[in-house]
């Protein structure tokens, strides 16, 4: 399995709704990201996961909570989102990330995209 | 921090024609250097990334150039097709986790 996959693929909340995104990966990579991309820009860093342990926070606003249940499972919770934070969200792992060949190479998942009303 | 600067934002190329796409970055400490294709309404995907102890890559039609010492790098797509029409992404990253995204180039294959 070479693939990163999340679910949903499309998700419409409203502001006061709670809801999650997934990513799941089966490489046996130990970093995951989130990603953001609006439409015509590029993926703007959120998070990063390595060895189950969050390593960067981009200055993220809390209504965004990601979880790492394990070496496999990326979780993104959301609450109380605003209508600018619709956009397309990225998940992607590589290897490690910290040094060696290929250590750092992104394998992207088709991201999920969110329509906040 | 990081930062990627990424030049032209649109390009516009004949089928069978060559498209250069150029970047420059600020943090000398940046060592591997990566280009995604991302297709629309489709993932960013990584088409050939080129490290700081290499000058050159090359892919059957695509090649990367690295200047350490300018800080640039770009992208040669030779004898462009319909099908390479994309947006590609230059990016950069150090000893970190954080691969910065250069905004994008639109290619545009004409056939």
């Known amino acids: 399995d070479t693939e990163v996959t999340q679910t949903p693929k499309h998700l419409v909340m409203g502001m006061t709704n709670k809801k999650s995104l997934k990513c799941e990966q089966h490489?046996?990579?130990?970093?995951m990201y989130w990603y953001k991309q609006k439409a015509k820009k590029p993926p703007e860093l959120m998070f990063v996961?390595?060895?189950?342990?969050?390593?960067i926070n981009e200055s993220v606003p809390s209504r965004f909570s990601p979880e790492c249940p394990n070496s496999s499972l990326l979780n993104l919770h959301l609450h109380a989102l605003q209508p600018e934070d619709s956009a397309l969200y990225l998940c992607?792992?590589?290897?490690?990330?910290?040094?060696?060949?290929?250590?750092?190479?992104?394998?992207f998942g088709a991201g999920s995209r969110l329509t906040v009303l | 921090g990081e930062n990627v600067e990424q030049h032209p934002s649109t390009l516009s190329v004949q089928e069978g024609d060559s498209a250069v796409i150029k970047c420059t970055y600020s943090d000398s400490a940046s060592n591997y250097f990566p280009w995604y294709k991302q297709e629309l309404g489709k993932r960013p995907q990584l088409i050939i990334d080129i490290r700081s102890n290499v000058g050159e890559k090359k892919d059957q039609r695509i090649a990367v150039t690295l200047n350490k010492t300018a800080k640039h790098f770009s992208l040669h797509i030779t004898e462009t097709q319909p099908e390479d029409s994309a947006v590609y992404f230059c990016a950069a990253r150090g000893g970190g986790f954080k691969t910065i995204f250069g905004a994008g180039t639109r290619l545009f294959v004409k056939a």
């Open positions: 996961y390595s060895y189950e342990k969050l390593s």
């Open positions: 992607a792992s590589s290897p490690t990330g910290t040094s060696g060949i290929g250590a750092n190479v992104l394998t």
């Open positions: 490489m046996g990579h130990r970093a």
